[in-house]
Structures are given as structure tokens and as C-alpha cells.
T-cell receptor, first 110, second 116 residues
Framework: GDSVTQMEGPVTLSEEAFLTINCTYT??????LFWYVQYPGEGLQLLLK?????DKGSNKGFEATYRKETTSFHLEKGSVQVSDSAVYFC?????????FGAGTTVTVRA | NAGVMQNPRHLVRRRGQEARLRCSPMKGHSHVYWYRQLPEEGLKFMVY????????ESGMPKERFSAEFPKEGPSILRIQQVVRGDSAAYFCASSPAGTANTGELFFGEGSRLTVL
């Protein structure tokens, strides 16, 4: 079945550091790929998505590229801020079901 | 503009009791999904409902668990005779009609169930 494996946390960074969270997937067919983020005290919200191979999703300075050859969708941000502290979830969808990774907790210190 | 509202946020039950978790979707959303997150794991799909219809309950345990989304009122996830293994965070999500296959869901903050 479909599955997502993402980098274990927690990750602690200083402000303006570079962030990478690795995500790989196993799926049948051609899934769409997502990064969801959960800020403290809030529900998960969609951060970015990519629907086909080589697509790049981007939002709020975050980027991720759909790599079919390596079945990966790594999340990157060049310069993090304290406000980026959150739990990040990689996910894929086949039809209406989402399959999530376990989440990576990121803490950015001033 | 309220988002997806779940309550209670935290619920403690003893083994054998019943747990009821409620979810009000975003205004204008007619599709509701329930996901469960066990400790150290990702969210797992449980059930997909539209108003008065269960579309897919393939992720829900066959016994003790049920879900509904009535014509009026919130969606309810009901767990009867809870056991310790039911301790988890239960997330509700919603989407507008016609977008179910996009994977773009709006999630609530989750309800954390602890079974003593």
C-alpha cells in the first residue's frame, strides 16, 4: 500500500539557517504530493503541493520538487524564522485518501 | 470565518466507556474526513463522509467504531467500549464539494483521547 517516510525529528535550528526535511514515498499510480504544517495550537494546513513529476511546489519561502526517479519530495527553506517553528507532515494522495508521514517537529531559535 | 471545529480537545475515558468526538466542518464544506494519529505515527485515514452518507469507511475498525454526518449538526465519531489502544489524536478535516480528489483538506486541531 501507499506509505510515506519522513526524516525523524526533532530538528532545532537558529534563525536564518537552512532547513531540509527529507521525505520519500511508496505508491501505486501517480499520486499527488503535499507538505502540511501544524503550528502550535492550530490544525494542519496545506503548505504546498505538487501533482506530477518534476513539479515544484512553493509557498512562504518553502519549496519541494516531485522527484519520481528517487520517489522523493524533500522540503527546503533557505532562511528560517522563529515563526516557522511547527510540525511538518509529508503526505501523498491517491484519490481522496491522504497517507501521511509521522511528522517532523522543527524549532527555530532566535 | 471559523475553520474546522473539533471538540472536545481533550477527552479522558476509562476502559469500557464510550467516547464521542464532534466535528463541525468549515462553512460551505459538505465532505468530512476522520484521521487517527497513534503515538510516533503519521495520520491514518479512517472514514470519509458526505451529508447523511458514508462514502468510505475502509480505514475504520470494524467493531466499536462508527461515524455519522447528519443533515443537521456536526459529524460524530463514536467509539464504544474504549480500550487503551484507542488512545490517540483524532483529526477531522473537511473540503468543499468537488475537491475531494485534490488532497487539499482543511483540518481541525484534533481531539486527544486518553483511555485509562
Amino acid at each position: 500500500g501507499d506509505s510515506v517516510t519522513q526524516m525523524e525529528g526533532p530538528v532545532t535550528l537558529s534563525e536564518e539557517a537552512f532547513l531540509t526535511i527529507n521525505c520519500t514515498y511508496t505508491a501505486t499510480g501517480y499520486p499527488s504530493l503535499f507538505w502540511y504544517v501544524q503550528y502550535p495550537g492550530e490544525g494542519l494546513q496545506l503548505l504546498l503541493k505538487a501533482t506530477k513529476a518534476d513539479d515544484k511546489g512553493s509557498n512562504k519561502g518553502f519549496e519541494a520538487t516531485y522527484r519520481k526517479e528517487t520517489t522523493s519530495f524533500h522540503l527546503e527553506k533557505g532562511s528560517v524564522q522563529v515563526s516557522d517553528s511547527a510540525v511538518y507532515f509529508c503526505a501523498l494522495s491517491n484519490d481522496y485518501k491522504l497517507s501521511f508521514g509521522a511528522g517532523t517537529t522543527v524549532t527555530v531559535r532566535a | 470565518n471559523a475553520g474546522v471545529m473539533q471538540n472536545p480537545r481533550h477527552l479522558v475515558r476509562r476502559r469500557g466507556q464510550e467516547a464521542r468526538l464532534r466535528c463541525s466542518p468549515m462553512k460551505g464544506h459538505s465532505h468530512v474526513y476522520w484521521y487517527r494519529q497513534l503515538p510516533e505515527e503519521g495520520l491514518k485515514f479512517m472514514v470519509y463522509l458526505q451529508k447523511e452518507n458514508i462514502i468510505d469507511e475502509s480505514g475504520m475498525p470494524k467493531e466499536r467504531f462508527s461515524a455519522e454526518f447528519p443533515k443537521e449538526g456536526p459529524s460524530i465519531l463514536r467509539i464504544q467500549q474504549v480500550v487503551r489502544g484507542d488512545s490517540a489524536a483524532y483529526f477531522c478535516a473537511s473540503s468543499p464539494a468537488g475537491t475531494a480528489n485534490t488532497g487539499e483538506l482543511f483540518f481541525g486541531e484534533g481531539s486527544r483521547l486518553t483511555v485509562l
